[in-house]
């Protein structure tokens, strides 16, 4: 009988983790529509939760709240976007400047995948105290993702010497935030093309000694 449960629970989990993650994408691909064609404002837990088709209690273990929601529509690591296959490549490359480039790429796609709710944070943040607090939410989780790349390349030896860990993640956190994409991008008008190949670039110039790109 033990066996048997053993087997039947190793077959189901699976399943159960990817209905699970079925059921996340959903929840925030009707985030998505619903922020953007309603506001973030005027829309409720309750409608999210109709439009993906499951219950406002499922939206709220997934989630917690729309501030919840919102931080994972604009989190390569969490969203169900694109750029989740580019965390899972950075992941898996052990050459620090491919790393890096890599990390530019997953800046420019996530940014273009999201604009709307990144310019939502940038630009509700100042009155709306929920959208301030998950602004402050996204960047404390950004910056500790920077943190870990860095300490991989220190403890490959590869991060400038003249830089102390805690500058080598600030210079990374800077170059890789929406606001250096925007004004490049959206009011200088550079092709995405060209900004992700510059800060690939500049991301390796400014953050790994020399003879270390490769």
Not at 126 to 154: F, H, K, M, W
Request: hydrophobic share 40%; glycine share 6%; proline share 4%.
């Amino acid at each position: 009988m033990a066996d048997s449960t053993s087997t039947r629970r190793q077959y189901h989990s699976p399943a159960r983790r990817r209905q699970a993650e079925q059921t996340r994408a959903r929840i925030l691909a009707a985030a998505r529509d619903l922020y953007r064609s309603e506001g973030y404002a005027h829309t409720t837990i309750e409608a999210i939760a109709s439009s993906a088709q499951v219950s406002a209690k499922t939206v709220e273990a997934a989630f917690g709240s729309k501030r919840g929601i919102l931080a994972a529509l604009v989190d390569p690591l969490t969203s169900a976007g694109p750029p989740r296959d580019l965390v899972d490549r950075i992941r898996a490359t052990e050459d620090a400047g491919r790393r890096l480039e890599l990390v530019a790429e997953l800046s420019r796609r996530t940014f273009e995948a999201s604009a709307p709710e990144f310019e939502l944070l940038r630009g509700a943040a100042a009155v709306a105290p929920e959208i301030a607090a998950a602004a402050e939410q996204i960047e404390s989780r950004r910056r500790d993702n920077q943190a870990r790349l860095t300490g991989y390349l220190r403890e490959r030896r590869c991060l400038r010497e003249d830089l102390t860990p805690g500058e080598a993640t600030d210079v990374l956190w800077a170059l890789t935030s929406y606001d250096l994409y925007r004004t490049l991008v959206a009011q200088r008008g550079w092709p995405a093309d060209r900004y992700q190949g510059w800060l690939g670039e500049t991301l390796v110039a400014s953050l790994l000694a020399p003879g270390s790109d490769r």
